[in-house]
C-alpha cells in the first residue's frame, strides 16, 4: 500500500485533535446553557465544524484504506456542510462490522435513531446556511436558511414533561432543567461519537487509521452504555475558568456548630444506603438544614448549597456547577431530606 506522504499525515493529525477540541468544547456550551445564558450559536458553531471535520477526516482515512489512495478535493467538495450526507457516506462505504456484539449495538443506533437523525439536520442546515439566517432577513436574501434555533427548542420542548415546567418555576430546581436536556442531548451525541470512534479502535480502517488518529479516538471510542451523560465537558469552556469557584472548605467552627447547634440539623448518606439515582460523583455525603431554611451539602469536606436560599445567604455553589454532581442527576430528593430533618 503506497505510503501517505508527510504533510499529508501530519495535515490528518491536526484535523482528528481539532475536530475532537471542537466537538468536547461543543458539548462543554452545551452544558453552560441555562436561564441566563441562551447563547446557542456558539455550541452550534463548534458541534457542526467538529462533526464535519471529524467525519470528513474519518472518510480520507476510510477511502485510503479501501483503495489505497487519499480522496482528491472534488469529492470531498461534493459532500459539503451536510452532516447527514457524510454519515450515509461513511455507512454505505467505510463502516466495517468489527464483529463484537458492541457493532451490533453501534449500528443499530446509527442507522435507526430519530433523534440523532434530527440533531444532525438543525446542525448541518447551521452550517450550510442557518448560521447568517439574521443577515439574510436583514437583506431580503431569497435563498434563506432555516431558523435552527427554534427548531433545536423544538426539539428540546418534547423532552420536557408536566414535573420539569414545574420545576423550572422553582428557583431552586430550574437549573436541573436545563441539565436533563443537555444530558440527553450529549448522550446522543457521543453515542454517535463513540459508534464512529470504535472503528479506529478495532483497527476496521487498518493500521494507518489507528495511528493518525490514536490521540484523539481512544476518549469516546472506550465510552459504552454505563459511561455515556456521565463527562462534565464545561472545564475546558472559557466562560467555566473564568467563574470564579465558591467553594467553602469547612472549618472547626462550621462542625461545632454542626454538632451543638439545635437549629442545625445533618446527616450522613452513602451511595450504598440510598435507594434512588445517585446523583454526586463522592460516593458519601452530609446534608444538612440549617434554621430550618438553609440546605447544604458536604462534599469531601466542602460545603456546596442545595437550594438557591442557602446560595445567596452562603455565597456556595451548586454541586452541579462545582462538578461535584453529575449533570442531569437531580438533588431534588436530596433538598427534601434536608427539610425533612427538621422533623425528626
Known sequence: ????????????????????????????????INLNNDFYFLPFQLLSQGFERFMKAYICIGHYHKHQELPNFRYLKNLGHDLEKLLKEIIDNYYFDFDRPQFDIDNE?????????????????????????????????TRIGINTRKLWEDFENKLLDKKDYEKLMNFDLNHEVYQKITNHIIIIFEKFVSALSRQF??????????????????????????????????????????????????????????????????????????????????DEVIIEC????????????????????????????????????????SVSEFIKMAFDLNKE
Open 1 to 32: 500500500m503506497p505510503e501517505i506522504e508527510n504533510i499529508k499525515q501530519f495535515a490528518l493529525l491536526e484535523e482528528f485533535e481539532t475536530s475532537d477540541k471542537l466537538i468536547k468544547l461543543g458539548f462543554g456550551e452545551l452544558q453552560n
Open 290 to 329: 440549617r434554621e430550618n431554611h438553609w440546605c447544604i451539602v458536604t462534599i469531601d469536606g466542602l460545603d456546596f448549597a442545595l437550594n438557591g436560599s442557602a446560595s445567596g445567604r452562603y455565597k456556595l455553589e451548586f454541586p452541579h456547577d462545582a462538578g461535584r454532581a453529575i449533570l442531569g442527576k
Open 109 to 141: 443506533f446509527i442507522l435507526t435513531n430519530s433523534n440523532l437523525k434530527e440533531l444532525l439536520f438543525i446542525l448541518s442546515e447551521f452550517g450550510k446556511l442557518a448560521r447568517y439566517h439574521n443577515f439574510d432577513l436583514i437583506t431580503d436574501n
Open 201 to 282: 479502535i478495532f483497527k476496521c480502517l487498518g493500521q494507518k487509521g489507528l495511528q493518525l488518529s490514536a490521540t484523539t479516538v481512544f476518549d469516546f471510542g472506550m465510552l459504552y452504555d454505563k459511561d455515556f451523560g456521565k463527562k462534565d465537558y464545561r472545564s475546558q469552556t472559557t466562560r467555566y475558568k473564568q467563574t470564579p469557584k465558591k467553594e467553602h472548605k469547612r472549618t472547626v467552627i462550621d462542625e461545632l456548630q454542626r454538632n451543638i447547634n439545635p437549629n442545625y440539623k445533618s446527616r450522613k448518606i452513602n451511595k450504598t444506603e440510598y435507594d434512588g439515582d445517585w446523583p454526586f460523583y463522592a
